[in-house]
């Protein structure tokens, strides 16, 4: 039985990214400071699961995830 979406190689790959960064995640999200783990959310809510339907995307979209080193200098300051 075949599934609603299209099972060609790039969207199966596209797919399985998005699952894996979900799990990994869950299994980390109660270590994460709040602030991280609010740009973890933003970032796979927004960001990889709309690279999952947007093609012409060449790979997940990482500037949110660049905020997280402005993050991590300002907690180093403190």
Known sequence: ???IEGDDSEM??????EHGVI???HAVERFLAPATREVLRAWIQEDVHGWRYKAM????????LNML???RSLIEVR
């Open 12 to 17: 199966a790959y596209r797919r399985g990214y």
């Open 23 to 25: 799990e990994m995640f």
């Open 1 to 3: 039985m075949r599934g």
């Open 69 to 71: 080193s402005g993050l």
């Open 57 to 64: 995307l060449g790979g997940p979209p990482i500037w949110r």
